[in-house]
């Protein structure tokens, strides 16, 4: 079956420490989203790729990296700089880099200070 | 730079009767999106109308859209307690990204 896989579903970050969330896709899709999401609110954009060796700032992208080396790999690192990086953590895909699709996403990874 | 709001932020309906949700937003779209969201799980996507249409269905479900209104409404008809979940709208923008509101929260009640 063909879908978005991320991993761990649960993160545990030290003070001072870098973590990478893990998000892979088996649908062929071009494009990829990274998205926080805190209690209660909605989806925040932090970085999207819409081609392999490519990737553009979402609105919340201080504190946070990533890289798109292979088309199926995005994965997202959580730099110490991120002072709040308490949240629900969500990938997701979409066939071409256009807002007109319906985008494909992971079951997420959450991600908590020690 | 939230372009949906849903209202109401929350709703509970008893099982069987219909559940309306609204999403209002700010500028022009070319289309506009209805997720689902079960309780810590990634979203569903539901439905997508076109800024040409102005209902679609599918299933129990109903969207409308009023371009002139700027707003759009989800109806879920004859409701079961599986379609207890949080619900977003989503509009594309001009550099053809996604951007979600912050969503209704619909409880069944048995």
């Known amino acids: 079956d063909g879908g978005i896989t991320q991993s761990p579903k649960y993160l545990f970050r030290k003070e001072g420490q870098n973590v990478t969330l893990s998000c892979e896709q088996n649908?062929?899709?071009?494009?990829m989203y990274w998205y926080r999401q805190d209690p209660g609110q909605g989806l925040r954009l932090i970085y999207y790729?819409?081609?392999?060796?490519?990737?553009q700032k979402g609105d919340i992208a201080e504190g946070y990296s990533v890289s798109r080396e292979k088309k199926e790999s995005f994965p997202l690192t959580v730099t110490s700089a991120q002072k709040n990086p308490t949240a629900f953590y969500l990938c997701?895909?979409?066939?071409?880099?256009?807002?007109?699709?319906?985008?494909?996403f992971g079951d997420g990874t959450r991600l908590s200070i020690l | 730079s939230q372009q949906g709001e849903e209202d109401p932020q929350a709703l509970s309906i008893q099982e069987g009767e219909n559940a309306t949700m609204n999403c209002s937003y700010k500028?022009?779209?070319?289309?506009l999106q209805w997720y689902r969201q079960n309780s810590g799980r990634g979203l569903v996507h539901l439905i997508l109308i076109r800024s040409n249409e102005r209902e679609k269905h599918s299933g129990r479900l109903r969207v409308t859209l009023d371009t002139s209104k700027k707003s759009s409404s989800l109806l879920i008809t004859a409701s079961r307690a599986a379609d207890t979940a949080s619900y977003f709208c989503a509009t594309d923008d001009r550099d053809d990204k996604i951007i979600f509101g912050k969503g209704t929260r619909l409880h069944i009640l048995p």
């Open positions: 500028t022009s779209i070319n289309n």
């Open positions: 649908l062929n899709h071009d494009a």
């Open positions: 790729s819409q081609i392999v060796n490519d990737f």
């Open positions: 997701a895909s979409i066939i071409t880099g256009k807002g007109n699709q319906p985008q494909h």
